[in-house]
Nanobody, 115 residues
Framework: QVQLVESGGGLVQAGGSLRLSCAAS????????MGWYRQAPGKQRELVAD???????NYLGSVKGRFTISRDNAKNTVYLQMNSLNPEDTAVYYC?????????WGQGTQVTVSS
């Protein structure tokens, strides 16, 4: 059984930083893309950033230059460093891990940015 354990969310003031982590454990093999999505109240879930097994990255336009995604393949872990946070970044952030055969989601971690 595969588990994705997310950590690092919380409450921060505008302009602050947070670092999210998502560790995949269990019978998980051939991880391809790892990424972070977010969903704010009343809005659809959207891709924030993802990273391929080769290290190629993709970012939502509004977070470019502020957020950085990275991964540690030895630990099956993906990170999201979030700087210069603003209230519009407030959402539940979800980790997603795609393997050759399956698609896994984390349980979500709340990020709240106060003005």
């Amino acid at each position: 059984q595969v588990q994705l354990v997310e950590s690092g969310g919380g409450l921060v003031q505008a302009g602050g930083s947070l670092r999210l982590s998502c560790a995949a454990s269990g019978n998980i093999f051939s991880i391809n893309t790892m990424g972070w999505y977010r969903q704010a109240p009343g809005k659809q879930r959207e891709l924030v950033a993802d990273i391929t097994s080769g290290g190629s990255t993709n970012y939502l336009g509004s977070v470019k230059g502020r957020f950085t995604i990275s991964r540690d393949n030895a630990k099956n872990t993906v990170y999201l460093q979030m700087n210069s946070l603003n209230p519009e970044d407030t959402a539940v952030y979800y980790c997603r891990v795609r393997t050759r055969w399956f698609d896994y989601w984390g349980q979500g971690t709340q990020v709240t940015v106060s003005s």
